[in-house]
C-alpha cells in the first residue's frame, strides 16, 4: 500500500512540475509570445521553400530553414528564420541582405558624399520594386536596452517587415518578421520578446 502511495505522491510531483514549466519550445519557437501563440511552424524543407520566395531572405544561404505563425486578438504574426552554415556568413548575408534593400551600413557619408546624383547600385532597387511605392526603405528600431541585435523596421505592400540577425560561436540566424496587426506598439512589444525568447 506504501508503494502506490509514493508512486502516486511522484507521479503529482512530476505533474506539477512540468505544468510549471516555462511555456514548452516547439522546433526553435516558444509556445507563446507576449498573448500571442503558437498556431503553426515548419522546419526543414517546407519552411526553405518560403523562404527561397521571399525578397529579403533568399539569398542567405541555408543549413536550417524555421517558419511559425502566432495568433492573438489583436492579429498574426509571421516569423520566418534563415539558418547560415555558420556565424560569418550569416553576418556577410544579413549586411548584404541589409544593404541591398536599403538599411543603414554605417558607410552612407562615403556613399552619397558629393552631388554625384544617383549611380546603377542605388537604382537597382528599381528592378526589385524597391523604390516603387510598395516598399519604404528600412529604419533601425531603438527598442533593445543593448546594442545588438540591431531591429530593422520597413513597410512593404502596407505591412509592417521586421528583421534582424542573431548570433553565437557557432551559427547566426537572420529573422523575419511580418504583423497582420495595425498596432505598430503592439507589434514593437512582440517583437521585442521574440528577440530575446527565440
Given amino acids: 500500500m506504501k508503494k502506490v502511495y509514493i508512486i502516486i505522491i511522484v507521479a503529482v510531483v512530476l505533474v506539477v512540475f512540468y505544468l510549471n514549466l516555462p511555456a514548452a519550445k516547439k522546433s526553435i519557437f516558444t509556445e507563446k509570445i507576449g498573448d500571442m501563440t503558437l498556431t503553426r511552424y515548419e522546419t526543414g524543407e517546407v519552411a526553405a521553400q518560403q523562404i527561397s520566395s521571399m525578397y529579403g531572405l533568399k539569398d542567405i544561404p541555408l543549413a536550417k530553414a524555421y517558419s511559425a505563425v502566432y495568433k492573438s486578438n489583436k492579429g498574426i504574426m509571421r516569423m520566418w528564420v534563415a539558418e547560415a552554415p555558420d556565424h560569418n556568413v550569416a553576418n556577410d548575408a544579413f549586411n548584404s541582405m541589409n544593404s541591398m534593400l536599403g ?41 533593445m ?13 502596407n505591412a509592417n517587415n521586421y528583421y534582424y540577425f542573431k548570433m553565437n560561436y557557432n551559427m547566426g540566424r537572420v529573422y523575419w518578421i511580418i504583423f497582420d496587426s495595425p498596432d505598430t506598439d503592439y507589434q514593437i512589444s512582440i517583437v521585442k520578446q521574440a528577440v530575446t525568447d527565440i
Fill in 103 to 143: 538599411g543603414s551600413t554605417g558607410h552612407e557619408e562615403h556613399e552619397y558624399s558629393g552631388d554625384v546624383g544617383q549611380t546603377e547600385s542605388h537604382t537597382s532597387h528599381d528592378d526589385a520594386g524597391m523604390m516603387n511605392g510598395n516598399f519604404t526603405k528600412p529604419v533601425k528600431l531603438d527598442i
Fill in 145 to 157: 536596452e543593448f546594442v545588438k541585435p540591431e531591429v530593422f523596421i520597413m513597410n512593404a505592400y
